[in-house]
């Protein structure tokens, strides 16, 4: 009996298994569906099933760079319990997935699972680790910047950054130590644009819309002729920028200076350049619901 891509794909979304396994069934099992997901279940490599139907809102993320190749790469991989991210087996998976990143440039999450990575693809790597692990898991993202980079990892990979900078001091420790406070002001503050230039013209526009309305509707406000109310929205704006604008911010280790004047200064005394080109923060599980757990019910279900 013949099959044909579709199938394999169809195989793929009910068992969870990698594409080449899901074509080698069909082929044993001469085309017949139930035979082939049956031939995956024997082998161990459809234990993921129900398992992918699990919330994967915890797990970690991992910033890396490679100073010979410079290129820096931060990557997210979830899983469903935040105790399997203190896993050796899953601390190498997630290591892994980053060189693999570093050393084959995939153009997105489904170029990555195919990529090389230990005897087989992080795709056969990753389910390797679920049928071990016993937990869902999932490649949600990655970012890799070419150039000088710094890497930046907090909370034992709740919080990592990656911040690629235009410099002339690469390599020094000096440099090192420097990019490390900008990536921990990141971390900490988390900023949207480098500067006020990176910030799109929509974005001030809607801001001032939302400030204009604000005075508007204020009774004590409202009153006041318009070119009072556009200087006071233009003074809200400036605050806009120091709150999400990284060179605008006050720095962390002294707020009485802002991150650009640091940079200066850092430039300054060891002789070159430092700007930031870009940068790239990620949080775990940002954006993701994650399962709430109830355990009166849990244990209600238990007992009936």
Do not use: W
């Not at 034992?156 to 690629?164: D, P, Q, R």
């Not at 644009?193 to 004590?220: G, H, R, T």
């Amino acid at each position: 009996m013949a099959f044909t891509a579709q199938d394999v794909k169809a195989l793929r979304e009910q068992t969870g298994c990698g594409m080449m396994d899901c074509k080698k069934a069909l082929t044993d099992a001469e085309g017949d569906f139930d035979k082939a997901v049956e031939l995956l279940r024997e082998k161990g490599l459809a234990a993921q099933t129900k398992k992918a139907g699990r919330i994967a809102a915890e797990g970690m993320v991992y910033a890396e760079v490679d100073k010979e190749k410079k290129v820096g790469v931060v990557v997210e991989v979830n899983a469903e319990t935040d105790f399997v991210a203190k896993n050796d087996k899953f601390k190498s998976l997630v290591y892994g997935i980053a060189r693999a990143v570093i050393d084959e440039d995939p153009a997105d999450v489904d170029a990555l699972l195919k990529c090389k990575m230990e005897d087989g693809t992080v795709e056969s790597a990753l389910q390797d680790r679920i049928l071990v692990i016993g937990e869902n898991m999932k490649i949600r993202r990655f970012t890799r910047y070419e150039g000088d980079c710094v890497a930046y990892i907090h909370g034992g990979g709740t919080h990592a950054v990656l911040v690629a900078f235009d410099t002339d001091l690469a390599g020094k420790p000096e440099f090192e130590a420097c990019g490390k406070d900008v990536a921990m002001q990141i971390a900490a503050v988390n900023p949207g644009y480098v500067s006020e230039a990176d910030v799109p013209a929509e974005v001030i526009e809607n801001e001032k819309k939302i400030l204009l309305a604000q005075i508007e509707n204020d009774p004590k406000l409202a009153g006041k002729p318009e070119q009072v109310k556009a200087k006071m929205v233009d003074g809200k704006i400036g605050k806009f920028y120091k709150e999400n604008c990284l060179m605008e911010q006050p720095f962390v280790k002294d707020d009485k200076i802002t991150v650009s004047t640091y940079l200066a200064d850092c430039a300054k005394e060891q002789g070159g350049k430092i700007n930031v080109v870009k940068f790239v923060r990620y949080e775990k599980g940002e954006g993701l619901e994650k399962k709430q757990e109830d355990f009166a019910a849990e244990i209600a279900s238990m007992v009936k």
